[in-house]
């Protein structure tokens, strides 16, 4: 994708060959930074603060996180460290244990003094296969806009709704709910984006509308409780979401608030369909509300807010009395039953055991294992 016209991914090594540069998406939407993270512990914090954030850039970051702790120590405990201390940062994300269970197998049994090179080789391969994959993403949802598109009048919009930010910053490059829009997009098709501001950290808001921005999409940002009435009247032709974990079942995982649009499309028979790469599929968990673990961050997340001032200054304020308790559950759980389909790298494929099963054979057995 591109930042003021240059093409950049959101995770790079850098020219000196061994430490990682990023996009810090703290900063944005008001200031554009990049950061370069040299050690484990800058990693495991980049992750924990949300410098890096999205499934597949959690678990790109983490393989990076694996190799500049080879740098400083390649022996088998510090690797067990890394990989502990890593996996903790996020429980939510199953791309995190994922990408570091991939990279403990392409080191574990080397001799130490080649642990550094084969270790950036697979993360580097990641961060290409994470590509490719949403390219895959992309050219299978797009014949659902397209059908959407020639249902309508010449020239009439397709308004697709989104939640959070599934685009190229939660990614290495494309995004996942993003793909089939950037590609209708880039074919010429009127498509329109409804950006929820997915509150608390308003990455709807911050994130989806800044790239959709710097692509050229129209969009709109709404409040996160305008999306029900929108669909009750009809300027929602479809929603497209993206996932942090995926059931066996079908349950997707994905930042709080989706549930709600969820049931509002059941209500008012809109498609809703999840955008996926294959290693969001946690074959292990089948009951997506009693087994996934729910993220609850910091209650200043909910009780502030960060912005630009009139005289451009970035200010955080306080927007709840002092003494009043704040929760905030990073995730909710949307059913099987609410997904009208899952967009992968190998199709539009329904929300079931069988279909996830028969379309990733290869993964379906699955079951939780020691990364040793």
């Known amino acids: 994708m591109k930042v003021d016209g240059k093409v950049m991914r959101t995770i790079w090594v850098e020219p000196d060959g061994w ?10 939407p008001h200031r554009f930074a990049t950061a370069r993270l040299t050690s484990l512990d800058e990693v495991a914090h980049a992750i924990r603060a949300m410098l890096v954030r999205g499934a597949p850039l959690i678990g790109a970051a983490a393989a990076y996180g694996i190799c500049l702790a080879l740098r400083a120590d390649a022996s088998d405990e510090a690797l067990d460290r890394a990989y502990a201390l890593l996996l903790a940062t996020r429980p939510t994300a199953i791309n995190l244990k994922w990408a570091l269970d991939e990279m403990m197998a392409a080191v574990r049994n080397r001799p130490r003094a080649e642990r550094g090179a084969a270790a950036y080789r697979r993360a580097a391969e990641i961060c290409d296969e994470d590509v490719a994959i949403n390219i895959a993403i992309g050219r299978n949802g797009l014949p659902l806009i397209e059908a959407i598109a020639a249902r309508k009048k010449a020239g009439e919009r397709v308004n697709v709704l989104t939640h959070c930010n599934a685009g190229w910053l939660a990614t290495v490059d494309v995004g996942t709910a993003t793909a089939p829009i950037y590609l209708a997009h880039d074919n010429g098709l009127p498509v329109h984006v409804f950006a929820d501001e997915t509150r608390p950290r308003n990455q709807g808001a911050s994130l989806t509308a800044w790239e959709l921005g710097q692509h050229g999409v129209p969009h709109t940002v709404i409040a996160d409780n305008t999306g029900g009435h929108l669909m009750q009247h009809g300027l929602v032709d479809l929603i497209i979401v993206g996932t942090d974990r995926v059931t066996r079942n079908g349950d997707v995982c994905n930042k709080i608030g989706t549930y709600l649009k969820a049931l509002a499309a059941r209500d008012n028979n809109v498609p809703f369909y999840v955008a996926l790469p294959s290693p969001t599929i946690d074959f292990a968990v089948a009951d997506g509300v009693a087994e996934i673990p729910i993220e609850q961050r910091g209650a200043d997340e909910v009780a502030t807010m960060t912005g630009r001032t009139v005289d451009g200054r970035i200010e ?57």
């Open 316 to 372: 955080t304020v306080r927007i709840v009395p002092d003494g009043s308790a704040a929760a905030n559950y990073a995730f909710d759980v949307t059913p099987a039953r609410l997904v009208t389909g899952l967009i992968t790298e190998r199709g539009v494929i329904a929300a079931t055991r069988a279909s996830l099963a028969s379309a990733f054979p290869e993964r379906a057995g699955d079951r939780p294992t020691e990364h040793r």
């Open 19 to 28: 430490s990682v540069g990023i996009i810090d998406q703290t900063a944005l």
